[in-house]
Nanobody, 122 residues
Framework: QVQLVESGGGLVQPGGSLRLSCAAS????????MGWYRQAPGKERELVAR???????NYADSVKGRSTISRDNVKNTVYLQMNSLNPEDTAVYYC????????????????WGEGTLITVSP
């Protein structure tokens, strides 16, 4: 059993910053990519940022330059620092991780957190 637990969401004023954390726990053998998606009201879920086990990162154009994703492979935790937040960043943010629970490569699958709400408002 694998669990992802997110923290760090909340209400922030425009121009402010937040740091999201997501810790994976359970029967983890290996973690490939970890990252964050978000879903705003009435919109589809979209990738915000992800980081691979080799350190390569990808960002959505909408957050590039004002967000930084990082991970602690010892703690199985991924972080997302978001700066210069604006109302368009308001969404539920979901952590994900591609995790294997055994030596078998076929055991890799996507796991998701329950989501944490970020509201950007004066």
């Amino acid at each position: 059993q694998v669990q992802l637990v997110e923290s760090g969401g909340g209400l922030v004023q425009p121009g402010g910053s937040l740091r999201l954390s997501c810790a994976a726990s359970g029967s983890i053998f290996n973690i490939n990519s970890m990252g964050w998606y978000r879903q705003a009201p009435g919109k589809e879920r979209e990738l915000v940022a992800r980081i691979f086990s080799n350190g390569i990162t990808n960002y959505a154009d909408s957050v590039k330059g004002r967000s930084t994703i990082s991970r602690d492979n010892v703690k199985n935790t991924v972080y997302l620092q978001m700066n210069s937040l604006n109302p368009e960043d308001t969404a539920v943010y979901y952590c994900y991780a591609v995790i294997s629970t055994s030596l078998s490569a076929s055991s890799f699958r996507n796991y998701w957190g329950e989501g944490t709400l970020i509201t950007v408002s004066p």
